[in-house]
């Protein structure tokens, strides 16, 4: 069974341009969920989509948002690009998005906002 | 507010020597404890979970963990580490609303 793909895996960006980031879910996953990784920061929940719907949402300014589409995938994008949003963006899919069933992540892509 | 704490940022160990890799959470309700394991340009992998029950949980690559109410603790541990187990790891906390709060991380460095 194939993993988690993320694309593209690195990204290199300017300030106040707008970048969308993929990811391929575990075949028959139907959550997906997006988190920010910095050094100072640690991992960050960003947010989480299930059959198509928004479930959960972490605390990051509207200047990111997603959606999932009928068949998982999902992207999420974030518009006017700080130098802050450099960061590593994870992916994660599960089966039912609770607690109950692992996740399982993607190699991340890595966003350079120059 | 829910939190995990690592207190080590870096850890290093010789090859064959135990590992401890301390954790400490915050969380009202009984917790949904985890750790993960990500290597290098590698996502995140899960070695082991705490729902309830035994608390002393055995997870993947020989690792485990036990849960402590009372030191509101989750450590993991294993005897003898291999070179191929350096990489950062992460506690984590599940909350009610499914969402998971991850610790900053420990990075573990092996000494041949």
Known sequence: KAGVTQTPRYLIKTRGQQVTL?????????????YQQTPGQGLQFLFEYFSETQRNKGNFPGRFSGRQFSNSR????????????????????????TLYNEQFFGPGTRLTVL | AQSVTQPDIHITVSEGASLELRCNYSYGATPYLFWYVQSPGQGLQLLLKYFSGDTLVQGIKGFEAEFKRSQSS?????PSVHWSDAAEYFCA????????IFGKGTRLHILP
Request: with cysteine.
């Open chain 1, 74 to 97: 999902s992207e999420m994008n974030v518009s006017t690009l700080e130098l802050g949003d450099s960061a590593l963006y994870l992916c994660a899919s599960s089966l039912t998005g």
């Open chain 2, 74 to 78: 989750f450590n993991l541990r294993k």
């Open chain 1, 22 to 34: 993929s990811c391929s879910p575990i075949s028959g996953h139907r959550s997906v969920s997006w």
């Open chain 2, 93 to 100: 906390v599940g909350r009610g609303d499914d969402k998971i």
